[in-house]
């Protein structure tokens, strides 16, 4: 691949308000799918093992399943705004292909980054320390 397809982006480009939309995009979604996802997680593990349950199959298939929803929602809530990356995996992709520029790749990471922590604390908020 050509380095003449990266870009850095401009100084502007990060105070632009699409930009700043897109990166609030990223932010919810990452919320979203880290929140849904972790969550049923948690959920299926006091579930099992709370119980004196074993994991089974069926449970790492409710696990995937739940995750497919999670990623799939998290993904139509930003794919018209800035392309519904979610991941900062496939941010970095995006702008190795030269998708987006460089500012625009920091702003997701920050973005993505900063709403799994959110999700996070919200998970430890909503259920108490599970």
Do not use: D
């Amino acid at each position: 691949m050509p380095f003449s397809q990266i870009a850095v982006g401009r100084c502007n480009e990060a105070t632009h308000p699409e930009s700043l939309r897109a990166a609030l995009a990223e932010f919810i979604s990452t919320v979203i799918f880290v929140f849904a996802g972790q969550g049923s997680g948690m959920a299926l593990t006091k579930i099992t093992y709370g119980e004196g349950g074993s994991s089974a199959v069926s449970g790492l298939l409710v696990a995937s399943i739940a995750h497919a929803f999670a990623l799939f929602v998290a993904v139509i809530v930003s794919a018209n705004i800035s392309g519904g990356h979610v991941n900062p995996a496939v941010t970095f992709g995006a702008f190795i292909g030269g998708n987006i520029t460089l500012l625009r790749g920091i702003l997701y990471w920050i973005a993505q980054l900063l709403g799994s922590v959110v999700a996070c604390a919200l998970l430890k908020f909503t259920t108490h320390g599970m």
